[in-house]
Structure formats: structure tokens, C-alpha cells
């Protein structure tokens, strides 16, 4: 099943987990504390209102990764940055189905689109997340973007625990990214 056919049979939270994994996967990208986003992952598990988890995140993440940080890595990485904090900014403040699943779509072509515009092996290519043969670090995030709504399908809210564990392992894998990037472009006086 394709990523676009799991996201269109996901339920209310399977999709907000599948918008919010994507967010903190890329959350290297703002220099946020990853911690900021549990509080979100734990009203997915307990079904309560995430929109003050919310409001609070923004505050402290929507000012990082400003310009700086977003002409550290080129214009690819200031691009990304601003699809990151996008993200964050569009994320619905009420958890309907409705809604989250407009954002959790944004999600997954923002995701894919920011790992293609760091992904090394991407340069040149319009559009690497649509491509038959996508670089690794896009075949990475759409096989855990796959991961995170069969987790969430099989196992419902027992499997946002799985989910945070692969949303961690490419937030990890993005950091190394973004870090390999900075000192690069430090090393050529970028």
C-alpha cells in the first residue's frame, strides 16, 4: 500500500502522529529541544486537548532556525527551514479528522521535500521525492513515514511509543545531516 493510500485510511490520531512524527523528524532544522514535542506525542496517547502543548511549542521554536541559522547551510537549508517552520505554524490547534489530515498530507510532501533538499545525492534534481528512484535520505523518510501509520494502524495508541522510537531514529539521522552540512559550508567559508 502506497503512503498516500495509508494516509488516506488513517483515523484522527493515526494521522496526527503521522504529521507530528514528520514535524519532529525535521526538528534538527529549527534547533529546538526535542523534548518541546512530548508533551504533544503524550495528549495523542491520553486523547486530551494538544492546542496549550501546542501554542507552547510554537513559542519556543518558531523563533529558532531564523536567519542565522537558515544561512548556515545554503539555500537548500534556509528553505528547509522555512517547510519546517511552516509546519509548525499550520499544525491545527483542534484534533479532528478533518483537520489533521490536510496538515498530516503537508506533512509527509514537506518531509520528503526537506529531506531531498539536504540530501547530498539529490542535488540537481527538481524533485527528488518524486522520482521512481528517490536518494537515501528521502527513501529513508518515506519508508518511516510508512512505518510510523502501520504502527498506528496495527496497534492504535500502543503504537505511538514505536512511532516516537522512529520518529527519534530520523531526527537523529537528520541532525547528523544538517551538522555534516554546517561544518561543510564552515570549511569553504560559506
Known sequence: MSLEE??????????????????????????????LLRPLWGSLADGSDWSAFLEKARGALL?????????AGGDGHAEAVRLVAHLLDTAPAERTAEA?????????????????????????????AGTEDPPPLVAAELRRQITVLELLEGH???????????SGEGRRVLRAVVSRRARGNAESGV
Open 63 to 71: 523563533g529558532l532556525g531564523g536567519e542565522e541559522a537558515a544561512g
Open 6 to 35: 495509508r494516509i488516506a485510511r488513517a483515523d484522527e490520531r493515526g494521522l496526527a502522529a503521522s504529521g507530528l512524527a514528520c514535524l519532529d523528524r525535521c526538528l534538527p532544522l529549527l534547533d529546538g529541544d526535542e523534548e
Open 156 to 166: 492504535g495508541k500502543q503504537g505511538l511509543r514505536r512511532a516516537l522510537d522512529v
Open 100 to 128: 489533521v489530515r490536510s496538515w498530516a498530507e503537508s506533512c509527509s510532501a514537506v518531509s520528503l521535500r526537506v529531506h531531498g533538499l539536504l540530501d547530498p545525492a539529490a542535488e540537481g534534481a527538481p524533485d527528488p
